[in-house]
């Protein structure tokens, strides 16, 4: 399947139901881009109802929501707890651990759904666009990645 004619490209867009991820998916679209958009339940508290609905409403072609709770749980937060990683002796590091287990879904349904671009709303400066990227290239040398935040 591939994107309509005249389309950039299609984008799976890792997308979180917020003002920040909601206006980059507007944007993309407004780039040219057809834009799926993709959530992962990794046992955060989300009405992922209501941010399939308004994901469709902002412009999306398609909303994927896939429950990766079980697969977080057995292959990163136990060995890590096993591990005894904490960072500075205090902070567990679930959501760092998080992030490859939600790319390596997003990069699935993007190759899948015959996508040429994966995205996401992290900020220029954290740890969370390396984390997301670093996996997207290991995953998949060619998606491209689009960081709206980067891009000036």
């Known amino acids: 399947m591939s994107a309509a004619p005249g389309s950039k490209g299609k984008v799976l867009l890792a997308y979180s139901g917020g003002l920040d991820t909601s206006c980059i998916l507007v944007w993309l679209i407004e780039q040219g881009y057809e834009v799926l958009a993709y959530m992962a339940n990794v046992g955060q508290e989300e009405d992922f109802d209501a941010a ?12 994927f929501i896939e429950d990766l709770r079980r697969e977080l749980v057995e292959e990163l937060v136990i060995p890590t707890i096993q591990a005894n990683a904490v960072y500075e002796a205090v902070y567990l590091l679930g959501t760092s651990v998080a992030r490859p287990v939600i790319a390596r879904s997003q990069v ?16 220029g400066k954290g740890n969370d666009q390396v984390r997301f990227e670093l996996a997207y290239y290991a995953l998949d040398p060619k998606l491209k990645v689009i960081a709206p935040w980067r891009i000036p």
């Open 108 to 123: 699935a349904i993007a190759q899948r759904e015959g996508c040429t671009h994966v995205s996401h709303g992290c900020t």
């Open 52 to 63: 399939r609905e308004k994901a469709l409403k902002v412009g999306a072609s398609k909303v």
